[in-house]
């Protein structure tokens, strides 16, 4: 585009912070309904209910981070499961729909550094096992159901070692948010000194020996056990032999069997040696709800029993778990509603997080990270700081969802500051969006290119360059001068929607512009001024298909400046190379405009009349706002089409505004 000489980079001027509602459920209150042995605990942890990073013990001595930090990958068939589950490096292995396995009752081995996650809530898995060898480390298994390798007439399961996940001696294992039913022996087997280990919010469902712990005489394993539902199982809920801790809390056993075995149907057994803690649990038509060797340790407190009989051991003083680590402890009389509905898959909990720079050094390596053709939401969390690269989400990685973590949007800062002059105006991008759906949020976007430092014939610094459909911007920054942002299609004749919301935009000449239909709603547009009394730039450039009704539409926001009095421009219309289809049409309603703004404030542009575009006003506010001849104003019919829904609903009523 023309190349004019504007003044440097300024700062970024009043940020917006956006608050969000964090965690689900985070402050369930459900009334204690007479229950006297009900216990509220300690305060609760102001935390996420769920986050993507594991609680209890799997927690400690370092963590426990899957596949972070390697490929996503996703599979629908054994030989993929089995192949990636398998591999050496690390991967985020991402199960879509149901596996069956062959031959029946077969091990998927799953290696160190792997997270196995179901997509949305029907990945399976049928007729097998995941099996984790003596020396795997560091593996998350999330969000899946495992089912249906039971072997007719054998409810005791000594004919088969079919479990639904087996663990020998291994460490850093996460098991969250499963459902493990009908299998041919155990649901869930760790043993043999396995360490580092917690098991949350999963489900247990129509088996005899469900969850066991040990195998061995040493007293090593460090293991947490929460918001787990155990229903129509017999024994075995957890039964934990020698662990060095076991801590059990806001559990619920339910609909126990009831075959009349005067022993072996139980709830939680702290075996051998075993230190076990259980707090605010539920126990419901449950034989033993708890008991303990005399050689082990048990500590209850808070847990409620309704139609239970049998042992209710507790001695010893076993451990205190918030010498380990913080954790949110729920009433008691909360656990039946809220394990009932939250255990097992969650639709909302199959996506993947990719942390930067935690997982992933740069951006850009999270993006790589991301498979072509990538049908579900990845998030790519950056954390505060300022990262200087340049970032490509390319046409093949639609679904991405860039945010940034901290606070403000200024916290988060992706910058480079690359001219035109080198590499062109699209090469000059400091981020660049080709790929579809694709939401940025809580981030500042930035080009830092000194124009006035130097001469050069090419300016022009992008902060941001899209051409995918569906983009969405909330709560962003984007700071620059010349060419600040750049909403485009593939081509001419293709319309690209883009959605900007709660933002902040910079810049001094045609700093907001393309063919792409873009609606900026409820933020902050500052006009910079390059020091000029008459002519401080333009804020438009829209070059939209003719055959495309809606351009950009700027809406009940606010337009800043520093300029003098009458020297900045509205837009001006951009025809790329003489292209005489790219009429631009921009809508600017319910807006504050400064003094800056010229009493005429649309004008032409390399040899076109800007009174050939669809320029209009609509009910504008401030003292920039006057109405002259100059000055196209929409009619309230007119307006009524012209709304932010009328601009992005398309073919595929898309929506993204709906959720404010």
Known sequence: MTHLHSKRLSGLGPGRVLATVVGLLAALVLGASGEADASAGPPPVAAPRWTD?????????????????????TVTDQASLAQYAAAEEPYVIRVSGAIAVEPFGSDIVVASNKTIIGVGDTGEIVHGELHLNPGTSNVIIRNLTIRDSYVEGDWDGKTTDFDAIQMDTVDHVWIDHNRFTHMGDGLLDIRKDSRYITVSYNQFANHNKAFGIGWTTNVLTEITIDHNWFTGTKQRNPSADNCAYAHLYNNYLSAQVADGD?????????????????????????????????????????????????????????????????YRLDPAAAVPALVTRFSGPQKQLGGVTLRVPADYATVQAAVDAVPAGNTEAVKIAVAPGTYREKVLIPATKPNIVLQGTGQDRSDTVIVYDTPAAYGGSTGSATVRIAANDVTARNLTFSNDFDEAAVELNGEQALAMKTTGDRIVFENTAFLGNQDTLMTDSPKLTTVSRVYVRDSYIEGDVDFVYGRATTVIERSVIKALSRGSATNNGYITAASTWTGNPYGFLITDSRIVSDAPAGSFHLGRPWHPGGEPEAVAQVLIRNTQLPAAIKASPWTDMSGFSWRDARFTEYRNYGPGAEVTADRPQMSDEDARAHTVADYLRGSDDWAPYARH
């Open 262 to 326: 005067p022993t072996w149907t139980y709830g939680n057994w702290s075996r051998g040696r075993t230190r076990m803690v259980i707090e605010n649990s539920y126990y419901d038509g449950v034989q033993h709800p708890y008991q303990a060797d005399a050689t082990a340790e048990l500590v209850q407190r808070g847990s409620i029993l309704r139609n239970t009989t049998g042992r209710t051991d507790a001695w010893g003083t076993a451990f205190d778990p918030r010498e380990f680590y913080a």
């Open 53 to 73: 990073q594991p609680h209890g013990f799997a927690s400690l001595a370092g963590g426990t981070t899957g596949g972070a930090g390697g490929k996503v990958v």
